[in-house]
């Protein structure tokens, strides 16, 4: 018997541009396929033993293995989109048929003003950008006038950077606690996003006390499903801001995906049962927004060396399960999320290894297998594999 899944989110960690990728103006996409492509001699030895890298489309069958340890799959989203919030929610089983409201021009200049008025201070910016550049170009004015930075992306988000040597990160966060309270309605916004930067060594850089404040699920997710259950839904970094906490018995911070990695593997150690669910930021907001292949190819790596801690500190009644929310491809134009499929790999002592499910059409079978596997309600959403995977 199954008692307790561990899924661990790689995220932006795509493996190929999906059918529709033109749409969305990601055609020829392929974080993973491109970085090794860059980096042929990338070393991730545990990753190809389990079998990520015999995945189709997953660098081209490149770097496939014979015999490998777990089961496998290519992952379609079916959602209308490519942000965390829609990656995760349909791992979760919820379908989004209307993508968030995006703002490539900026946010309407009535709606900045009433937020001004409501923050107390004008704002700076107001436009798409990336969050490392724009603290760069309008970083001097803020650090004189303590103006907060508001910028968005290619999705759906209203982001405010400041210097909290400037603004202190708690007002940082109340005024962000304002723009999720305004962005209802006809200006529904999928994230706001808490943005604290300081200078060190004379560059302005980014620091880990980011902060995420989402809507919420607009139905139950597989997280309410396991926790109505009796079970818990350990939260490992920013899933807990992703789901606005919904289904969550508890939750922790972190500040690298090391940390992540960390702090899951200290979950792992606990005597409980249910889901460990974790989401590794790196790397998208480090490497793919900056469009750092390198900097991925290295954390990729050293994922890698890490991944045999999380295998040994599994108990013979987990599963493992790693996959990706969207892609975010460093070799792609502009600095945002790509339209991509995403792997999907399970390992356990009562998986069958070497099993290819082929491409499936929705993330959401990984909430139809997870709630299959522990044996509780579903969504409704997804089809199950776990039968196709199941030992004995």
Not at 218 to 223: A, D
């Amino acid at each position: 018997m199954i008692k307790r899944v561990v899924i661990t989110v790689l995220d932006s960690l795509g493996i190929g541009a999906m059918p529709d990728a033109a749409e969305f103006g990601d055609e020829g996409a392929d974080t993973f396929g491109h970085i090794i492509e860059k980096d042929p001699q990338i070393k991730i030895p545990n990753l190809k033993r389990l079998g990520f890298c015999n995945i189709k489309g997953a660098a081209g069958g490149k770097l496939a293995v014979a015999d490998p340890w777990g089961s496998f799959c290519r992952m379609a989203e079916k959602s209308k989109g490519k942000d965390t919030i829609t990656g995760h929610w349909e791992i979760a089983g919820i379908y989004t048929e209307e993508p968030f409201r995006t703002f490539p021009e900026g946010f309407p200049r009535v709606f900045i003003k009433a937020f001004e008025k409501a923050i107390g201070t004008e704002v700076l910016g107001n436009y798409a950008a990336s969050g490392t550049v724009i603290i760069e170009d309008l970083g001097p004015e803020h650090e004189r006038t303590g103006r907060p930075i508001v910028y968005t992306s290619a999705d759906s988000v209203f982001q405010i950077a400041v210097n909290t040597e400037v603004v202190p990160l708690e007002r940082l966060y109340e005024i962000c606690m304002t723009a999720r309270g305004m962005l209802t309605g006809n200006m529904a916004c999928g994230r706001v996003i808490a943005r604290p930067y300081i200078i060190e060594n004379g560059k302005r850089t980014r620091t880990a006390d980011r902060k995420d404040y989402s809507v919420s699920p607009p139905e139950k997710t597989m997280l309410d499903m396991i926790s109505a259950s009796g079970r818990e839904v350990y939260a490992i970094g920013k899933i807990s801001d992703i789901f606005n906490g919904q289904g969550i018995t508890e939750s922790v911070h972190t500040v690298s995906n090391n940390d992540g990695i960390e702090k899951t593997i200290k979950a792992m150690k606990k005597d409980l049962e249910g889901l460990i669910f974790t989401n590794l930021v790196d790397f998208d907001s480090k490497y793919g927004h900056r469009r750092d292949e390198k900097g991925y190819s290295n954390a990729i790596e050293e994922f890698d060396e890490l991944l045999p801690d999380i295998i040994n500190a599994m108990k013979k009644e987990d599963v493992l399960i790693l996959c990706a929310d969207h892609g975010n491809d460093p070799l792609h134009s502009g600095w945002d999320h790509t339209r991509e499929y995403v792997p999907c790999v399970i390992f356990g002592e009562t998986i069958i290894p070497g099993k290819d499910l082929g491409t499936r059409e929705s993330f959401a079978d990984i909430c139809a297998t997870v709630t299959h596997m522990l044996g509780c309600e579903n969504t409704g959403n997804g089809r199950s594999f776990y039968t196709s995977i199941k030992a004995g």
